[in-house]
């Protein structure tokens, strides 16, 4: 039986991708992203398709199970950067 493996490797993630991919773990919503990185909500939208299709799963719940799955994300890293940005906005 074939494992359901990404078509490509996920290491060919773009740069872009890859912020998206680290804000929505974060938690953050497609608008929010948006804002933070100057950008339409499109684009945001575009880039989490391309993620999906790199990945061939579904929904972007399995992308951030698969990439912290395959340690393409840290569940430390992303705790660290959402909470040293939300000390941030306090301060």
């Known amino acids: 039986m074939a494992s359901k493996e990404p078509k490509v490797n ?3 993630f773009n740069q872009r991708e890859r912020v998206i991919l680290n804000l929505i773990a974060e938690g953050y919503e497609n608008r929010e992203i948006a804002d933070e990185l100057s950008i339409s909500e499109r684009a945001v939208m575009k880039n989490q398709i391309n993620l999906m299709r790199k990945l061939d799963v579904p929904d972007m719940s399995s992308v951030i199970d698969h990439a912290l799955g395959k340690g393409l994300i ?7 950067s959402r ?9």
């Open 10 to 12: 996920p290491r060919v």
């Open 74 to 80: 840290s569940t430390y890293e992303v705790l660290e």
């Open 83 to 91: 909470f040293s940005k939300l000390k941030t906005q306090v301060n």
